[in-house]
């Protein structure tokens, strides 16, 4: 919580400088949110090379709209918000983007591993590849808002900003996207035949 | 379904409220009333813990982060001016002079920048850096490597 807060700070310092003109301050919010945007526009659309182009979009976007960007606004979410909008338009000219599950990485790549056996690893990376599976076959708006809630940790006030609906919608959409997720993850796991 | 419960427990908490609950997003009443249900109906404690399971996995998928830092790409690619003071220096130049030729330097204005900003030299390092740092090890990043390429040509079309 503190350490939101402080990144939030040290955010709103950075895009008050950049607003002035300074590009090392904007350099520094780049480099500071680059791998969390690129992250979950990947996981959002499934295609890397247009993960990339968006993440550059996004900071470049950010960039022209910083005299509009109000300090008492969270930056990450304004951030977050001009790069949900943009990878939406590019659903919305595409219809749909078939979704390429990526490979969930290396299990060196988790942080926090305490040396699992080979089997754990190979049933931890099955299973993840299977939640992979899962939020692939999600629509994109229940993708985008579960990747929100669980990887960036909005609460239900961001999300709403960030998405531009009410609250009363982020609570259904939310329930929604987790009850449609379970019922892929368990196909694909074939847990649904014990009920 | 609910049938397999004896009536008192009913009714059953919806997924919207135990979906706020997981998420503390409840308010207090609603939060007591829902965590007297949960302690007396295993249909609905399962529920909840099959959510918070699933949120802990999603928690745990590792994070993929670009091959490459974007900074430098980026602030190569950055339109020379922002200045929140810069709108209203023109607005009070336009207002000095005639509309008509206020409106005429506006649009010449507008039109240099967009030049700057959508021109050739501008778009194209970003293309070139796309080819140069994405290349896309096969089996690493992509289950199907088919589907990893076929459409790049036509989604970079739209985006730009
Ligand atoms: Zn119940």
Request: with cysteine; hydrophobic share 45%; proline share 7%.
């Amino acid at each position: 919580m503190d350490a939101k807060s402080d990144d939030a700070a040290r955010d709103r310092a950075l895009a008050l400088a950049a607003r002035g003109g300074d590009r090392q301050a904007f350099a520094s919010l780049v480099r500071r949110h680059q791998a969390r945007l690129f992250n979950f526009l990947l996981r959002l659309l499934g295609r890397r090379e247009v993960a990339m182009d968006l993440t550059q979009d996004t900071f470049l976007k950010a960039w022209s709209a910083l005299p509009d960007w109000q300090p008492a606004a969270r930056f990450s979410t304004w951030l977050f918000q001009i790069g949900r909008n943009a990878a939406f338009d590019v659903l919305r000219r595409q219809q749909r983007i078939d979704f390429v599950s990526y490979d969930a990485g290396n299990p060196a790549d988790e942080p926090g591993d305490s040396a699992p056996s080979p089997e754990q690893q190979y049933a931890d990376r099955q299973r993840l590849r299977l939640l992979e599976r899962a939020l692939a076959a999600l629509p994109a708006e229940q993708r985008e808002i579960l990747l929100l809630r669980e990887l960036e940790d909005m609460s239900y006030a961001e999300l709403a900003v960030t998405l531009g609906i009410n609250e009363g919608t982020v609570k259904s959409r939310l329930a929604r996207a987790r009850a449609a997720a379970l019922l892929h993850y368990r196909d694909y796991t074939g847990e649904h035949r014990d009920e | 379904m609910s049938d397999l419960h004896p009536p008192p427990i009913a009714p059953h908490v919806t997924d919207d409220e135990l979906s706020a609950y997981l998420d503390a997003e409840l308010a207090a009443p609603a939060r007591q009333q829902l965590a007297a249900h949960l302690s007396v109906c295993p249909r609905c404690a399962d529920r909840l813990s099959a959510f918070a399971d699933l949120a802990a996995d999603l928690g745990r998928l590792p994070s993929v982060a670009p091959e490459v830092d974007l900074t430098g790409v980026i602030l190569g690619r950055l339109p020379p001016i922002v200045s929140p003071s810069r709108p209203t220096f023109w607005a009070g130049w336009r207002a000095l002079l005639p509309v008509g030729i206020g409106a005429t330097a506006s649009v010449a204005l507008g039109l240099a920048l967009g030049a700057a900003l959508f021109g050739t030299g501008a778009a194209l390092p970003g293309v070139a850096a796309m080819q140069v740092f994405d290349p896309l090890p096969p089996g690493s990043l992509c289950l199907g490597v088919d589907s990893c390429y076929t459409r790049h040509a036509n989604l970079t079309g739209v985006i730009r």
